[in-house]
């Protein structure tokens, strides 16, 4: 959990401030208005849940958390780059990678705007 929550700290940081994600006035308005400690302790104990537990997740669904965001595809793609970023940072290895990554992939219908619908791919 400790190397979790170290690497989540370094994500939420790199996250909160790119002006990639904050271009969207309703991502940084949430950026500004969560605190980012908070934030980071759902975002652990959601990955450590996702990856095996024994924590369990006791935050919002994706769809729920984020859907007055209309995050798009591109601010998507800047969010995985973002984890990209710190997982190399981090030099986790190929294979945890492959693994978090497919979490956080496993969301992107919850939480990505597409045209017509919205998050959670309700129209």
């Not at 170290?6 to 990639?20: G, K």
Request: with cysteine.
């Amino acid at each position: 959990m400790y190397s979790i929550a170290t690497v989540v700290d370094d994500f939420i940081n790199r996250i909160m401030v790119d002006p990639r994600l904050n271009a969207n006035p309703l991502v940084d308005e949430a950026h500004h208005r969560v605190p980012p400690a908070g934030f980071k302790y759902l975002v652990t104990e959601m990955v450590c849940w996702a990856t095996g537990g024994p924590q369990k997740y006791t935050g919002k669904s994706m769809a729920d958390s984020h859907a007055h965001l209309k995050i798009t595809s591109q601010e998507w793609e800047a969010f995985l780059d973002d984890f990209q970023k710190t997982l190399d940072k981090f030099r986790v290895p190929t294979e945890e990678q492959a693994g978090l990554k497919g979490i956080v992939n496993s969301t992107r219908s919850d939480i990505v705007v597409g045209p017509g619908l919205g998050a959670g791919g309700k129209s």
